[in-house]
């Protein structure tokens, strides 16, 4: 079985910033790709960035040149530093991996629970 584990949310003020930190544990064979995923109240759930396992990124427009996605493959962890935040950037923060369980099965697509990111004007 496969765990995602997201850290790092909280409140802070317009332009400040926040890490927030993903590790995935289990079953885990190969990941392909990880990444963040944002869904703020009444609106669908959105890509914020994702990191292949060659380290080429993705990121929203929204978030580009504020936001920086990296990741530990020793850890099997996936990061997400946010500077400049804006009030917009409120909701909650979701990781995702596209991963492997064993040789014997297909990738499969993974979530976290989501953390809650909240910036005050």
């Known amino acids: 079985q496969v765990q995602l584990v997201e850290s790092g949310g909280g409140l802070v003020q317009a332009g400040g910033s926040l890490r927030l930190s993903c590790a995935a544990s289990g079953s885990i064979f190969s990941i392909n790709r990880m990444g963040w995923y944002r869904q703020a109240p009444g609106k669908q759930r959105e890509l914020v960035a994702t990191?292949?396992?060659?380290?080429?990124?993705n990121y929203a427009d929204a978030v580009k040149g504020r936001f920086t996605i990296s990741r530990d493959n020793a850890k099997n962890t996936v990061y997400l530093q946010m500077n400049s935040l804006k009030p917009e950037d409120t909701a909650v923060y979701y990781c995702?991996?596209?991963?492997?369980?064993?040789?014997?099965?297909?990738?499969?697509?993974?979530w976290g629970q989501g953390t809650q990111v909240t910036v005050s004007s």
């Open positions: 995702n991996a596209l991963l492997q369980p064993s040789s014997l099965r297909p990738t499969y697509n993974y």
């Open positions: 990191i292949a396992s060659g380290d080429s990124t």
